[in-house]
């Protein structure tokens, strides 16, 4: 991946990550906003055939490799 979203709403959150192929991604972490708009786009994601989208809980750490 080359790059990654800082900003964006929850449209250009979806715009940005159809970008990316689908068999590639092996976790999202959506960090973005308030708790329950955070949830809701993790669901979205889900409803969208994303898989392993997490919404971490604060203080949480994730090995990235």
């Given at each position: ?43 979205r ?21």
């Open positions: 991946m080359d790059h990654f979203s800082a900003h964006a709403d929850r449209k250009g959150l979806m715009e940005f990550i159809s970008t990316l192929p689908m068999d590639r991604l092996k976790k999202i972490f959506v960090v973005h906003g308030e708790e329950n708009q955070s949830l809701a786009f993790q669901q994601l889900l409803d969208r055939g994303y898989r392993d989208v997490v919404v971490p809980d604060p203080g949480i750490t994730y090995p990235l490799k």
